[in-house]
């Protein structure tokens, strides 16, 4: 594999994992919000 290719599709990935933590960040902020409106 063309190391280009790789470096291209590593950068994908790292990108999804990162955007991935980020969402599930927002998403225990947002749960916590809702438990304190109850």
């Known amino acids: 594999m063309e190391p280009l290719l790789l470096a291209g599709y590593g950068s994908i990935f790292v990108a999804l994992f990162a955007y991935l933590l980020y969402m599930q960040r ?3 902020r ?3 919000q809702l438990r304190d409106l109850q």
């Open 26 to 28: 927002q998403l225990g």
């Open 30 to 32: 947002l749960e916590r």
